[in-house]
């Protein structure tokens, strides 16, 4: 057996072997370099005589043995370590691959450990990505912009933050089942975002790991119409995502994509799932609701073709369901596409009054657009100019340095003190 084909058996069966490992030895960190000296034992014996029957139960197997032989040493050094911790491993059962059941218990034991509401978001989706994605601490740091060493603090202080506050490993019970799963759900999105939202910095890594991941929650929690509706959402958007880029990174608007170049078959899926998501009985989800949108968006074969009536509406049930300025922002611009850009432009400048908005960069582009649209063409440039001092990426900056050329308008307004 080849290194390669080792280290794809060892990824295969890596995440529910360190989560059925930090349920049996109550300790995130001792789990994962048990694991990590089981994966080079492994490299050496399983070129020797290859795979085993079972892969995963021969990894907890040797992660075991060599949690013990670190916390005896432990001992040795340190004669606080109570012998019992030792006792206890030495006494945990023998578990196959056969053992689905247990493997899949374990992985959503470790989800909701990870996204417990006792840590900072930032920290929910770190911990997430190192434990269940099992991405290294480089990568994640490099997706976050953020040094090695400060991701690595992050992890550290979540995993002790866990101890401290006794976050149980555990489903949570029935009654917060669904609160719990919604934050869940919010780490699994945040991640997706950080890619799909940053177009020049993101990491692909990411969008496909959020996606991996809402499979997987779904998987173990069927059923579920929140995780349906999200995992429909992101299908229905990374679907869009070869055409929204041209050859040299620049963001083309969704009136401009190449349809051509969208992935049909993530399509075809997301619109399977959203509407089996809207299906289930009780209120929908707002990612639900979202998802719909999309594949409104995803089924339109034109631009001109886009249902934006029923785009609209959707909008306005979004907002009675999950109330939110973005949202108000984006139903403002479906309205523009129904009711015309005067109406659209009172809504944006209402929303703008309120202040809630008054630092995001897409409420003064779309604020911009309407003013185009009205041959406000001064107002316009002048909208876009404040868009592009906020926008955050780079690509942002470019496309709308291309809205104010167009209206043959400068980028910015000079500064008297520096001519």
């Known amino acids: 057996m080849t290194d390669t084909e080792i280290e794809a058996a060892f990824r295969r069966e890596a995440g529910s072997a360190l989560a059925t490992l930090i349920r049996l030895l109550g300790d995130f960190d001792l789990a994962e370099d048990s694991l990590q000296d089981a994966f080079a034992g492994a490299l050496k014996a399983w070129r020797r005589s290859g795979p085993p029957d079972h892969p995963r139960a021969w990894l907890i197997r040797a992660a075991r043995n060599r949690a013990v032989d670190q916390l005896r040493r432990r001992v040795r050094l340190n004669a606080k370590t109570p012998m019992l911790t030792i006792d206890a491993a030495l006494a945990l059962p023998e578990i196959t691959d056969d053992d689905d059941d247990i493997a899949g218990d374990d992985t959503l034991r470790l989800i909701f450990t990870c996204c417990h509401p006792a840590l900072a978001m930032e920290a929910r989706v770190a911990l997430t990505l190192r434990t269940v994605c099992g991405l290294a601490t480089p990568s994640i740091a490099r997706a976050f912009l953020v040094s090695e060493e400060t991701m690595a603090q992050r992890l550290v202080r979540a995993k002790a933050k866990i101890k401290a506050a006794r976050v149980p490993y555990r489903v949570p019970p029935p009654e917060l089942l669904e609160e719990r799963l919604e934050g869940v759900l919010a780490v699994i999105y945040l991640v997706f975002t950080e890619d799909y939202a940053g177009i020049d910095g993101g990491d692909r890594g990411l969008a496909d790991e959020a996606i991996r991941l809402a499979r997987l929650v779904g998987g173990l929690m069927p059923g579920q119409a929140g995780v349906e509706g999200l995992l429909a959402l992101m299908l229905l958007q990374d679907a869009r995502r070869p055409a929204r880029t041209d050859a040299d990174g620049g963001i083309v608007r969704l009136e401009d994509q190449d349809r051509s170049l969208w992935d049909r078959g993530k399509i075809a899926e997301g619109v399977r799932l959203v509407e089996t998501a809207l299906a289930r009985p009780g209120r929908p989800n707002s990612y639900a609701i979202q998802a719909a949108i999309a594949a409104l968006h ?122």
């Open 298 to 419: 995803g089924q339109a074969a034109r631009f001109e073709a886009t249902d934006w009536p029923q785009i609209a509406g959707l909008y306005e049930v979004l907002l009675r369901v999950h109330p939110s300025a973005v949202i108000e922002l984006n139903h403002a611009v479906a309205v523009s596409m129904v009711d015309g850009p005067t109406r659209a432009l009172n809504l944006i400048d209402s929303l703008n009054a309120r202040g809630g908005l008054t630092g995001y960069h897409l409420l003064h582009a779309a604020r911009a657009e309407m003013l185009r649209r009205l041959e406000r063409n001064d107002e316009a440039a002048e909208a876009f100019r404040r868009a592009l001092s906020l926008a955050p990426t780079e690509a942002e900056r470019r496309f709308l340095r291309g809205r104010l050329a167009g209206l043959g308008a400068a980028p910015l307004v000079p500064n008297p003190n520096q001519i």
